[in-house]
Structures are given as C-alpha cells and as structure tokens.
C-alpha cells in the first residue's frame, strides 16, 4: 500500500494543490508534473449524493511532455474533507484495493491512476476516472434495472470469486483483508447496536418494515453475528467484493454494468456478495421470481471460470436466507438517511425487509 508522509490530503477543496496532486499520480508515473487544478464540482459525503467519502472533480493541466496520452485531464478525487465520515480502515482498505486488487479484476471497474493513505491522519485520496466522461450513471433502486443487467453484475461476482476459490493466496496475498470473524469492519459490525436502534427510534417506517418478523432490530443483529460466525465463516471463502448492494453499482451506454466503490471487500462466504446484489437488484416481485435462478446462473458461470466442485443447491439456499441478515442489519439498518436520501433508503430496507419475510429467515439462525 501507499503511504506518504510528507503529503496530508486537506479538509476543503480549496486547499488541493498541484503538488498533492503531483505526488499521488507521479507514484507510478516518474517525472509527471501537475503545474495547475480546478475544482469543477465538490459533493460531500452524507449529502444524498455520497454515502461515506467525498468526492471533488478535478481538472489537471500537466507538465508538457511529463503525462502519458492515457493519464485524463478530468478526474474524481475520492477523498475525506472537513471530518471522517466512517472509521479509517474503510478507506484504507479501498486505497489497498485499488492499488493491489483493482489491475486484476475480470469485471468493468473505474480506471484508477493513483493512491495515497495517511495513517496518522486517516486522510486518504483516491484518483478514478470520471465515469461520466463514458456516459456512466450510478445506478441506484429507483431505477428500473434489467434481469439482464442484474446477470452481468452477478456474472462479474462469480469470474472474481472463481479466480479466488478457497485459494491458499487468500491469506497469503490478501491477509489484510477482513474475514466475517474477524477484522477490518467487521469486529466494528459488532458494536453498532445502539447506532441502529436510535435510527429506529428516530425513522419510526423502519419498525414498521421489520414488524412481520417479530423480531426487534437488537435481535436481528444478535442472529446475524450468530450466522457470521457460524455458517458464513465455514462456508468456502473467497475474495469479496463485500457491499454489493445496487448503489455500488452503475451503467454505462448500451446498458453495460460495473461495479465500484470497495470500502468492504473482504475474504469470506461468495453467498454474502451473491444475496445482496439479488435482493437489493431487483423489486421484490420479479426476485421471488428469478432468485433461484439467479443463483444458478452464479453456478454456471463459476464453472465455467474453472471451480470444479460448486456448493450443493439446497446448502446454497439455506446460506442465501440467512446471508439477508447482512443486507437488512448493517447494509441499511445504520445507514443515515442523510447518506442516500428517504426513498433509496427506504426502498433498500423494504427489499430487505421482505426477503426475510418470504424466506422465514429466523428458522435458519443457528442456535
């Protein structure tokens, strides 16, 4: 990973500087020269546009002679402004993943060009392509969003999980990365009781979602590390993209998809990246209609990325119902509001909601 200790990412756009900007592209670009920038558009986090980063559109005029043809004027500064907005090792694992994992990912993904991560501080910056430049749209479940389009992203999951199959490089390459038990996001996963129930206390549709499951949120949490450390531990494990809900996700013209934003990835169960995507992909009709064989399509195309003996089916089923635990708790019961705005948020919770619901989740929490 890269860390620089003499360059700390500011707290306002303003105060970027060519030389901050120099000293994170010119990393792996020796000799490149950032003379001047302009902030075109700043979004900050918890704005309804940007969930835990901010992000600061740039314009960058070079060097003559010092950038390579393929290096943009425009990019997006994936940073942290004013204050953190989620615990450090967030942004620290994306950092890792786009300098270490991001080369070789077998799915459509922003171009990076550069990194930094500043332990002392926390402060980070992440240089991406600006995805409208190709047309993009980050797509999000308001939108209407394909079968097909819900198969590519699930397509994409499984080339990635393939490549990583119950690999001994996992812990050898990818030791840094959380697993279900233990690390990174998900020793804190543990610890956000009281953050979610005041969000019920504050938003009362939440309980109202939840109240078929005759379960309270507190409950729905204790399940849910029960399944984390149980089944989802020993379940084959692979590299993760670890947050696939919609949102993460985002469209190109013609309708191709690609996945972004790795904040989460982790080593753990394939289910957990598999039954997120389904479940917060598509309405809640057209999932009970093609779940199932959303996960068989997950099958064919793990096989045919070369994973020789795939999960029994109705193994496989039983990890889908209790991997919707994740989605409901953590992926949407301590999201703010403020993070994706009212309808995106109640939307995701209501999916998740009712998947549980038609699932009968809570006969398959361990004891």
Known sequence: MSTNDSFVFPKHEDDLTPELMTAVLSEDRPGLVVEDLSVVEAVRAASGRASTADRVVLDLD??????????????????????????AVMYETEVRFYREIRPDVPFEAPV?????????????GIVLEDLRERGGVFANVTMDISL????????????????????????????????????????IWGHLVPQIEQHMEDEPWRHDLIAPLGRDMAGLHADMMKIAAGPLEDAPRTLLHGDTHLGNSYILPGGGMGWL????????????????????GLPIDPRRAHERE????????????????????????????????????????????????LEITQENMRRLSQIMIDLDVLEVVPD
Not at 160 to 169: G, I, N
């Open 62 to 87: 070079y060097a003559a002679g010092t950038a390579p043809a393929d290096l943009p004027r425009r990019v997006v500064l994936k940073t942290m402004l004013d204050v953190p907005h989620a615990p």
């Open 112 to 124: 990076f060009f550069g990194a930094l991560f500043d332990r002392e501080s926390s402060h980070f």
């Open 148 to 187: 097909d389009q819900i198969r590519q992203l699930i397509g994409y999951l499984a080339a990635l999980h393939a490549r990583h199959w119950q690999s001994p490089t996992l812990d050898r390459d990818f030791g840094w990365l959380a697993t279900p038990a233990v690390g990174g996001m998900e020793t």
């Open 261 to 280: 934003d790795f904040q989460l990835s982790l080593r753990g169960c394939f289910i957990r990246d598999l039954t997120y995507i389904i479940t917060t």
């Open 294 to 341: 959303l996960i068989d399509y997950y099958f064919e195309e793990l096989r045919r990325h070369g994973v020789s003996e795939v999960p029994d089916r109705e193994a496989t089923w039983t990890l889908h119902r209790q991997a919707t635990f994740w989605g409901l708790v953590i992926g949407w019961g301590c999201c703010p509001i403020a993070n994706y705005g």
